[in-house]
């Protein structure tokens, strides 16, 4: 089994910026890509932005390229989400997921999830 646990969320104005972890325990060997996912109320769960835990290629959702940057420490066992330029849409739960496929995906086809963590950016 993989543990995932997010930490980092909270409430931020427009415009400011967070960084959101994951750290990973467990069969991290189990591991090839990661992902952090996002959830509004009354909205499904949407991609967010992707890595390859061994490569470290990236993938990112449309709303969020040029403002949020996906990293992993694979030493640590952290994933991160920097996050800059935040607006009032990116408020959400961002839950961390991992899968054991090399291949990042956007949709919610992943192995294993964090609790989330709640972000909200206020006006």
């Known amino acids: 089994q993989v543990q995932l646990v997010e930490s980092g969320g909270g409430l931020v104005q427009a415009g400011g910026s967070l960084r959101l972890s994951c750290r990973v325990s467990?069969?991290?060997?189990?591991?090839?890509?990661m992902g952090w996912f996002r959830q509004a109320p009354g909205k499904e769960r949407e991609f967010v932005a992707g890595?390859?835990?061994?490569?470290?290629?990236?993938q990112y959702d449309d709303s969020v390229k040029g403002r949020f940057t996906i990293s992993r420490d694979n030493g640590k066992n952290i994933l991160t989400l920097h996050m800059n330029s935040l607006k009032v849409e990116d408020t959400a739960v961002y839950y961390c997921?991992?899968?054991?496929?090399?291949?990042?995906?956007?949709?919610?086809?992943?192995?294993?999830w964090g609790q989330g963590t709640q972000v909200t950016v206020s006006t």
């Open positions: 467990g069969r991290t060997f189990d591991i090839y890509a």
């Open positions: 997921a991992a899968r054991r496929s090399n291949i990042i995906v956007t949709t919610t086809q992943y192995d294993y």
């Open positions: 890595i390859s835990w061994l490569s470290g290629t990236t």
